[in-house]
């Protein structure tokens, strides 16, 4: 195979690069770590020259290995995590830490915006509700709260598109991500001047916006010297990390569902329609003329790996997971709200705390750790129910992300849900996705079905216990009404 290419994932733990061959076989992959500060009560932020630092690390120790040449790689897709405001100036320099998506910094604004602006003209024009987990209230925050910092702010940009510019010195927005800006229309793909306008800002501050296949630029040989990457190497604008997760597990045709477990876990239900819900969250598809329905809890994995730093006593995921195993369906009542950073969709509470409830003498370590993982699993049964209600309907979930190796924690959430799990083969789905977006945008597939043909193949199916889906069913009505019985509450506990 003489055409390569290269997916880089910045996501919220590290950056994961990743070569691939035309038939999506893994030739190469590093990961490199980077911390993310809590600086105050609600806020998550991390340096974006970690990111780029990562990034470079990581590309240098793939391309160090003997099966990748950077002669043959015949382009760059990036992904990223979602509603970073990394604030920059015209010369492309870093003016701040940069919010990301577990921050809730703005919540005050959003009430307010919310109520002066209007949260029904926001959410006609973005698809998506003023919530401060969103780029747009970030912005204001600089506005309002860092104005030496916004004055000197050229552009705000996303994750992706931050590493963008580092690798081709351009500027951009691709469209899957810029749903986490209000003044994005959803439907026109478009920025929208008078939103911007009412809501204190201008379209000025965002990039100009790109296909995620598009050719933004090509490797600068100020990048090439950081990376390896040979100069003139093309670079795509990438997209969103669950977008380009949801294409490196072969969805991208409408009713096609993603199931997440990394850091955080969720779905994304594929349309071929733009169809909001103000509980849900509404982005444009990398694969053009698609949109993804998304539901996303900020307690996935990140939930499972707290428990082992913590309490794990130095155990692997496996031999956690193996505990947990020998405990029944239900963990013998013990419920877990995954709510470790406030929660996202569809509760949208940022005050939302992390709970056992029934905890007894009788409870193990292993109790505990299928509670977890059931947890994180009646999140996503929470999520689809919302779904449900715009009438898009999911009767099998491709899972991707870590969560995704382990055949009990996938098969609780088959049970939870009941609905067929599919693993597709790569452990790199979303490195896969973004570097199939370099693959089409640079000619080496004609278009999706290609590329996803090629590509991707369904290793392991995992049907729904019906007995097991029938126990869940009264416990998911316990989850539900322990956030309801707690949430007035959870403000108190700071």
Known sequence: MDKQFIGVDIGTSACKAAAFDEDGTVLAQANRPYPVSYPAAGWAEQDPEAWWAAACDALGDVLRQGAVDPAKIRGVGVDGQSWSAVAVDEKGRVL??????MDTRARDICERVSRDVGGERIFSVAGNSFLPSYTTPKMLWFKEERPE?????????????FIVLRLTGVMSQDLSQGYGIHFFDMQKLSYDGALAHDLGLSTDLAPPLYACDAVVGTVTEAAAAR?????????VAGGLDAACGALGAGVYKAGQTQEQGGQAGGMSICTDRA??????????????GMWL????????GGALRWF?????????????????????????????????????????????????CGLSFGKTRGHMVRAILEGAAFSLEHNLRVAAETGVEVDVLNAMGGASNSVLWTQIKADVTGRRMQVPGSDTATALGAALLAAVGCGVYRDYGEAVSRTIRITRVQEPDWANHEKYQRYMELYLKLYEDLKADFPLFV
């Open 293 to 300: 329905l998304q539901g996303g809890t900020v307690g996935g």
């Open 227 to 235: 990376t390896g990457l040979l100069p003139g190497t093309p670079v």
């Open 308 to 356: 082992r730093q913590e309490l794990g006593q130095g155990m692997r995921f496996d031999q956690l997971t193996a505990e947990a195993e020998q405990v029944p369906p239900g963990a013998d009542g013990l419920l877990f709200l995954p709510y470790m950073a406030g929660e996202r969709s569809p509760i949208w509470d940022p005050d939302a705390k992390g709970v056992f």
């Open 149 to 161: 910092v916004f004055a000197r702010t050229y552009k705000f940009l996303q994750s992706n598109s």
């Open 96 to 101: 701040a830490p940069a919010p990301i998506w």
């Open 275 to 288: 169809v909001p819900h103000e509980k849900l969250i509404l982005s444009p598809h990398v694969a053009p």
